[in-house]
């Protein structure tokens, strides 16, 4: 019942964009808190934003603060993660994250890779 599709994912120059979506079915993503993660080879998964459902409040990773975005468009039952600035340091498996009726959901996971 519940998924999460995630895609985007890509290589992009240091300094470049991307966008990353999160398309949620079996639940109303704008009732529930969304977080992205991400991992990188031989590296713990790291929380890098969350956005609740009351007020939109958001917060964000140290790492990526200002340059990265979280968004929610509630007609499309989608969540965004707008990437700005890139750094090879991104470099990862960026995975989408809700949690419903006491279980964790997970996406796939999209491959984001920062190299000149």
């Known amino acids: 019942q519940v998924q999460l599709v995630e895609s985007g994912g890509g290589l992009v120059q240091p300094g470049g964009s991307l966008r990353l979506s999160c398309a949620a079915s079996?639940?109303?993503?704008?009732?529930?808190?969304m977080s992205w993660y991400r991992q990188a080879p031989g590296k713990e998964r790291e929380l890098v934003a969350t956005?609740?459902?009351?007020?939109?409040?958001?917060d964000y990773a140290d790492s990526v603060k200002g340059r990265f975005t979280i968004s929610r468009d509630n007609a499309k039952n989608t969540v965004y993660l707008q990437m700005n600035s890139l750094k090879p340091e991104d470099t990862a498996v960026y995975y989408c994250?809700?949690?419903?009726?006491?279980?964790?959901?997970w996406g796939q996971g999209t491959q984001v890779t920062v190299s000149s």
């Open positions: 994250k809700v949690t419903v009726l006491f279980k964790i959901y």
């Open positions: 956005i609740t459902p009351v007020g939109n409040s958001i």
């Open positions: 079996g639940f109303i993503v704008s009732n529930r808190a």
